[in-house]
């Protein structure tokens, strides 16, 4: 029988290795079990360290999703191979709020609200309290607090979560940020008027006795980070939708005004962090995907540039004319969006201009993509040999740095050997 592993320097293995897709990880566990030597070398936290910094991006692994019709929050993966986790029947009756940074933040939608921070991949989870006193919420976000940090595995860092709500009496938008560290709320911003030329931004008098969110005045949508701020996108009273700034460095609130054709939203605007870090719009007008990108000109002054109209019709399954496309959510920073047709739900390469299937149904509002890399640093394998056959079944557990194993069995790999 052939040798499985050449005589080949680490560093070349590594070279190798490095090239495997980070968004199909069974290709890492398969390798694992053809030799005690590339198990050792796909074991060690540094080949982990430059595998992340070689591939630079986590790819998708899965999105999360509040359904419409049960309200029930589902995952669904992505790739060839499950993570090494399901979702928990405890959380599954939350509703997802963020998804950003391998961690995800949910609330139980009740008064007090209970907000969770979960790591799918480590089953950690942080219960946070509510701040909102009297606040109608508007949005929530979760964020890794590490400056300067490259978000390719920072899911076990400090983190910070933010939360926006409106005071209708008033008129007013405030928001808080939490701190993993401190374990506290910060004190609040300075309130944002919500009052523009003698109208309101958003209708004080809809809040009266209504959900914003459930009720659809204020959208669920994946917040955005550009640089160092957050962008929700805020619905609106009658001079169309606006997007609320939250500086996370100054702790400051803002509004953007956004372009008129894109103000009025009807599930076809969203919000994106283009792929060269700059506030970005999609609008669809019918099945024409008009994009924007938000620049700074030589005068200091930022302004909308529409750069892009897409025609979706060759390379988007449509289905049923009749049943209206609508955008669901998007990568931050990929140039990949998510929407819903007749057919399912597809994610959308603004870049390859093609599409790919993720699921079926027409309930997912909104979806949160779930990015990390799927490569704990440490691997082990329980050898259990089917004799009467010539193949070879591998159950594989996964042990993180401190030991603790998440799940035995995630996977069986099979290898099949000729001799």
Same mark, same amino acid.
């Given at each position: 029988?052939?040798? &499985?592993?050449?005589?080949?320097?680490?560093? &070349?293995? !590594?070279?190798?290795?490095?090239?495997?897709?980070?968004?199909?990880?069974?290709?890492?566990?398969?390798?694992?079990?053809?030799?005690?030597?590339?198990?050792?070398?796909?074991?060690?936290?540094?080949?982990?360290?430059?595998?992340?910094?070689?591939?630079?991006?986590?790819?998708?692994?899965?999105?999360?999703? *509040?359904?419409?019709?049960? /309200?029930? /929050?589902?995952?669904?993966?992505?790739?060839?191979?499950?993570?090494?986790?399901?979702?928990?029947?405890?959380?599954?009756?939350?509703?997802?709020?963020?998804?950003?940074?391998?961690?995800?933040?949910?609330?139980?939608?009740? $008064?007090?609200?209970?907000?969770?921070?979960?790591?799918?991949?480590?089953?950690?989870?942080?219960?946070?309290?509510?701040?909102?006193?009297?606040?109608?919420?508007?949005?929530?976000?979760?964020?890794?607090?590490?400056?300067?940090?490259?978000?390719?595995?920072?899911?076990?860092?400090?983190?910070?979560?933010?939360?926006?709500?409106?005071?209708?009496?008033?008129?007013?938008?405030?928001?808080?940020?939490?701190? /993993?560290?401190?374990?506290?709320?910060?004190?609040?911003?300075?309130?944002?008027?919500?009052?523009?030329?003698?109208?309101?931004?958003?209708?004080?008098?809809?809040?009266?006795?209504?959900?914003?969110?459930?009720?659809?005045?204020?959208?669920?949508?994946?917040?955005?980070?550009?640089?160092? /701020?957050? !962008?929700?996108?805020?619905?609106?009273?009658?001079?169309?939708?606006?997007?609320?700034?939250?500086? $996370?460095?100054?702790?400051?609130?803002?509004?953007?005004?956004?372009?008129?054709?894109?103000?009025?939203?009807?599930?076809?605007?969203?919000?994106?962090?283009?792929?060269?870090?700059?506030?970005?719009?999609?609008?669809?007008?019918?099945?024409? &995907?008009?994009?924007?990108?938000?620049?700074?000109?030589?005068?200091?002054?930022?302004?909308?540039?529409?750069?892009?109209?897409?025609?979706?019709?060759?390379?988007?399954?449509?289905?049923?004319?009749?049943?209206?496309?609508?955008?669901?959510?998007?990568?931050?920073?990929?140039?990949?969006?998510?929407?819903?047709?007749?057919?399912?739900?597809?994610?959308?390469? &603004?870049?390859?201009?093609?599409?790919?299937?993720?699921?079926?149904?027409?309930?997912?509002?909104?979806?949160?993509?779930?990015?990390?890399?799927? *490569?704990?640093?440490?691997?082990?394998?329980?050898?259990?040999?089917?004799?009467?056959?010539?193949?070879?079944?591998?159950?594989?557990?996964?042990?993180?740095?401190?030991?603790?194993?998440?799940?035995?069995?995630?996977?069986?790999?099979?290898?099949?050997?000729?001799?």
């Amino acid at each position: 029988m052939a040798t &499985l592993v050449p005589d080949l320097p680490d560093e &070349l293995v !590594h070279e190798i290795l490095f090239r495997l897709p980070p968004d199909e990880p069974a290709c890492l566990f398969r390798l694992s079990v053809l030799s005690n030597l590339w198990r050792s070398l796909l074991s060690d936290p540094g080949f982990h360290h430059n595998y992340r910094k070689f591939n630079r991006t986590p790819p998708m692994l899965g999105f999360i999703y *509040n359904s419409e019709v049960s /309200s029930v /929050s589902r995952f669904v993966p992505t790739t060839g191979s499950s993570l090494p986790c399901t979702f928990d029947p405890q959380l599954a009756d939350f509703t997802v709020c963020d998804c950003r940074h391998g961690r995800v933040l949910l609330d139980n939608g009740e $008064v007090p609200m209970e907000l969770v921070v979960w790591d799918p991949m480590t089953d950690r989870r942080k219960e946070v309290s509510d701040p909102r006193r009297s606040l109608f919420y508007l949005g929530t976000a979760v964020l890794c607090a590490v400056d300067g940090c490259d978000h390719a595995s920072c899911h076990k860092g400090p983190f910070h979560v933010v939360f926006v709500g409106i005071d209708a009496e008033v008129g007013s938008v405030t928001a808080y940020k939490y701190s /993993s560290e401190t374990g506290e709320w910060s004190t609040p911003t300075s309130e944002l008027s919500l009052v523009d030329e003698h109208h309101f931004v958003v209708e004080l008098d809809l809040f009266d006795g209504l959900d914003p969110v459930d009720d659809g005045y204020l959208t669920a949508m994946h917040s955005v980070l550009v640089e160092d /701020s957050l !962008h929700f996108l805020l619905m609106s009273g009658p001079q169309g939708a606006r997007v609320l700034k939250y500086d $996370v460095g100054r702790h400051y609130l803002s509004l953007i005004v956004l372009p008129a054709a894109a103000a009025v939203y009807d599930r076809g605007t969203l919000l994106m962090a283009t792929e060269d870090g700059r506030l970005g719009v999609a609008h669809l007008d019918k099945l024409s &995907l008009h994009l924007w990108s938000r620049e700074v000109g030589a005068d200091g002054i930022a302004a909308w540039t529409e750069h892009r109209v897409i025609n979706l019709i060759p390379f988007l399954p449509i289905g049923d004319p009749a049943i209206k496309v609508e955008l669901i959510g998007s990568v931050e920073g990929a140039n990949i969006i998510f929407a819903t047709t007749a057919l399912g739900v597809y994610a959308i390469d &603004l870049k390859l201009l093609r599409s790919r299937k993720l699921c079926e149904g027409q309930d997912i509002r909104p979806l949160f993509p779930f990015m990390s890399f799927y *490569n704990p640093p440490g691997i082990f394998v329980l050898w259990m040999c089917n004799l009467r056959t010539d193949v070879f079944q591998f159950p594989v557990g996964l042990v993180l740095g401190d030991g603790r194993c998440v799940k035995s069995a995630v996977a069986a790999v099979e290898l099949r050997v000729t001799c």
